[in-house]
């Protein structure tokens, strides 16, 4: 029987304020804004979610497990703001029972523009989740699960076991999303595919009443996880944690079918749940996953389009990374947060002007009005900060 890792992405951006052409201000985020919706989202999702993961843990004696990734600038906003999260993430992880996973600490796209910012973001994170959680952890995830041949052969160097990614059809091909695999030269880094079409059952079309499974209930999903027998070893459910009472309402009955899930699975005695640690210590590779180009969990594409889609993107993101050198150079330590504050991915996705399929779900995310209006507020900022190295 499967194996089944739930891993969940934990991350809320420092959102940018109003800026104009003709402000000055040094202080480019929204400072009422962004606790209004940290305290939103941990009493809708972060602080239920925690307390009923808690619950399953104790429930079931150690056999339920979970694994956790964090990013830097959602841990700074929660000891800012809501000290009572980052408590609650203690919590779970005294239980032994849950991983805390690496990654950029500012979410951003760093690897595709500086392997040298990149390495530094990462080591931060990684030093955080040291002091924070006591743990070294042994798996990256990629922002957005951003992944190819290149990032697999550089994360392998930097001492990981493992990176998570999207199980892509166009890659896997006739092959299953439900083995551990391994990148092309990179021999001792082993690859976690996310199961999309069971993830994206919870995160995108639990509530959907006209989807032809609808309701979909933990007894069902334990079915179909159970179909997976004799072809595969692993159902990796990848996802944000913000499905938890953000994005699918706690009126929904998402709480009750995450409650009762873990009971569901391991009504089958074969079943287990692991962390991405366990599972690439508990499964040799199936075969090599060759990615040479980049792909994500985003959109239906599974591509970098959500933030490199149009002219916009590409000239913010551009002109952000020009200015990294003399930057660094300049050694201005607040100057050098903003900036890379400024890297999070979210800027660039709030730009992005997708209409079809996908096109709803961008606009739910962003503050903005239209795609437009998220580029000019960002190069407005961009400007200050510019004006800010030359002094």
């Not at 692991?274 to 599972?279: A, D, G, H, K």
């Not at 970098?304 to 990294?324: D, P, T």
């Not at 607040?334 to 660039?348: G, I, M, N, V």
């Amino acid at each position: 029987m499967p194996a089944v890792c739930f891993y969940f992405q934990v991350h809320q951006p420092f959102r940018l304020r109003r800026y104009s052409v003709f402000d000055t201000d040094q202080n480019y985020f929204d400072d009422l804004k962004n606790p209004e919706l940290i305290k939103k989202v941990a009493n809708k999702c972060y602080l239920p979610a925690n307390r009923m993961l808690l619950d399953n843990i104790r429930k079931h004696d150690g056999r339920f497990r979970v694994a956790f990734s964090i990013s830097g600038v959602a841990l700074e906003q929660f000891a800012e703001t809501a000290p009572e999260v980052l408590d609650s993430f203690h919590e779970l992880n005294q239980t032994g029972c849950v991983e805390f996973l690496n990654e950029t600490y500012y979410h951003s796209l760093a690897f595709l523009y500086s392997r040298e910012e990149f390495r530094a973001q990462v080591e931060l994170h990684r030093k955080r989740i040291k002091e924070l959680f006591g743990q070294e952890p042994r798996v990256f995830r990629n922002t957005e699960l951003i992944y190819n041949n290149d990032l697999a052969h550089f994360v392998s160097h930097m001492g990981y076991d493992a990176i998570l990614t999207e199980g892509a059809d166009h890659i896997l091909g006739y092959r299953s999303p439900n083995f551990v695999y391994r990148p092309p030269h990179a021999p001792n880094l082993k690859l976690l595919l996310k199961n999309y079409r069971l993830s994206d059952d919870i995160a995108f079309r639990f509530s959907n009443v006209n989807w032809e499974q609808y309701p979909l209930t933990a007894d069902k999903f334990a079915r179909w996880i159970n179909q997976i027998n004799g072809n595969g070893v692993a159902c990796n459910l990848f996802m944000d944690y913000e499905t938890i009472g953000e994005h699918q309402w706690a009126e929904t009955g998402i709480f009750d079918f995450m409650s009762h899930l873990p009971d569901e699975i391991l009504k089958t005695s074969e079943n287990r749940f692991l962390t991405p640690s366990q599972m690439i210590d508990a499964f040799e590779p199936a075969g090599e996953i060759d990615v040479p180009h980049m792909i994500s969990w985003a959109d239906t594409e599974r591509d970098l389009s959500a933030w490199l889609g149009n002219a916009m993107q590409s000239n913010a993101l551009h002109e952000l990374y020009k200015l990294e050198g003399s930057l660094k150079e300049k050694g201005d330590q607040a100057l050098l947060a903003d900036w890379r504050k400024l890297t999070t991915s979210d800027h660039f996705y709030y730009m992005c002007t997708k209409y079809w399929s996908d096109g709803d779900v961008h606009k739910y995310f962003s503050p903005y009005e239209s795609p437009y209006d998220s580029y000019i507020n960002f190069m407005n900022v961009l400007d200050n900060v510019r004006s800010r190295l030359k002094e």
